[in-house]
């Protein structure tokens, strides 16, 4: 099968718009996290019950990735209709108004309610920036992006964790003013990526891409579920893994407790920088079965921390082995995606991904709190640990190609 077209060299600005871009869907969670214990007391001083404000503090945080998995495939259509640009642009906009709405609401259903649109502007933001690394790169040069960006984005998600965290500690309105930074990343975008085909979606000739998606029609769609079981796993530790600690290894610090939490995003970036060396020696599917392996290779180490007698050590190993998993699924499965769907139907493709993310990162605590009632909390990671260890069995299975055929 002959080779795909080489992508011309893009202008450095060009690429850091695509990462900066990636890198606000990141930071729509992970800023607020450190400001919502500091928020319920404020709003429990108010209200007249206190389950009504633990709730809607819940929906604060996840409230926006339900309206990513509900809108995202909805998106991706849009986006093959009318362009990547024109949404992207107002996306941007909305991102600014409702993510820094909590500056001056003061209801806690009015912020959810901001909250909420601000996943929708996170749907389009996410989907549109995965569909133009596709239309812009192609073969491995879009394996090389894909995992710097992949990089990028974990070592961002610390940055801005901390980022949230000082700003929380000044006050718990101030980490939603940081929401404002997608305004100075819309004008770099206008400017670099507006020129590149004024807002029409790019013209890719037709190659071996194209034509993967004729024959592979059902890959597409279970890479899209694959998304979801990484983040089912993925998100049972910062969901989880503090209260674990809290419950075997009391003494811990607080901050000791985020820094491990923040290993398995560092690891993760840094093992997905070197991506392309990976796929130039295994198949996507060997990848895929490789990634899901340590992913829940790490947190069934963690779901044993309990029984050994360093359970910080083990819970420190397991998250750091976690991450190795992580760090190579998560580029391999954006790539893979992009080479077997036909530019056409790229926007749509992208949004399944960008439903299949969001919609784990929401199911994630849902599915693990029955664990938790039963048994323990180290049940939860378990009980991902083994969706895991299935998922990677079955990913041996899988039509994976090898270097030389892509």
Do not use: K
């Amino acid at each position: 099968m002959p080779s795909a077209q080489p992508t011309p060299a893009l202008p450095l600005l060009v690429r850091a718009s695509l990462i900066l871009l990636a890198s606000l869907t990141v930071m729509s969670g992970a800023t607020l996290a450190p400001a919502l214990p500091t928020m319920a007391a404020h709003f429990a001083a108010n209200a007249a019950a206190a389950d009504e404000t633990a709730l809607w503090t819940r929906l604060v945080l996840t409230g926006p990735a339900l309206t990513i998995a509900l809108s995202a495939w909805g998106i991706g259509w849009l986006l093959d209709r009318v362009g990547r640009l024109r949404p992207l642009w107002g996306a941007l906009l909305l991102y600014a108004a409702a993510g820094s709405a909590g500056l001056w609401l003061d209801s806690l259903p009015a912020l959810v309610v901001s909250r909420l649109l601000l996943g929708l502007a996170v749907a389009v933001i996410m989907t549109a920036a995965t569909a133009l690394v596709g239309d812009l790169f192609q073969g491995g040069a879009r394996e090389r992006f894909l995992s710097r960006q992949a990089a990028f984005m974990g070592y961002g998600g610390v940055v801005f964790l901390s980022l949230g965290g000082a700003l929380a500690a000044w006050h718990w309105r101030g980490p939603f003013a940081v929401y404002l930074c997608s305004l100075p990343v819309m004008a770099l975008a206008w400017m670099t990526l507006r020129p590149l085909f004024r807002d029409r979606p790019p013209a890719v000739p037709a190659g071996p891409e194209a034509g993967a998606a004729l024959h592979e029609g059902w890959l597409p769609g279970l890479l899209h579920l694959f998304a979801a079981i990484t983040f089912i796993g993925f998100y049972q530790v910062p969901s989880q893994l503090p209260f674990l600690l809290g419950q075997i290894a009391p003494d811990v610090p607080p901050w000791l407790v985020g820094l491990v939490v923040a290993t398995l995003n560092l690891v993760a970036a840094s093992v997905a920088m070197a991506y392309g060396r990976l796929r130039r020696r295994l198949a996507y599917a060997h990848i895929m079965a490789l990634g899901f392996g340590l992913l829940g290779g790490g947190l069934g180490v963690i779901a044993l921390a309990a029984e050994m007698g360093q359970p910080l050590v083990f819970a420190w190993g397991g998250t750091a082995l976690a991450g190795l998993g992580l760090g190579m699924a998560m580029p391999n499965m954006t790539v893979w995606l992009l080479s077997l769907v036909p530019p056409q139907i790229r926007g749509r493709s992208a949004g399944g991904q960008t439903a299949g993310v969001f919609l784990g990162q929401f199911l994630a605590p849902i599915l693990a709190q029955p664990l938790v009632a039963a048994f323990s909390t180290g049940a939860a990671f378990a009980g991902a640990a083994g969706l895991l260890a299935v998922t990677a069995i079955g990913c041996l299975l899988l039509p994976g190609r090898s270097r030389a055929e892509t």
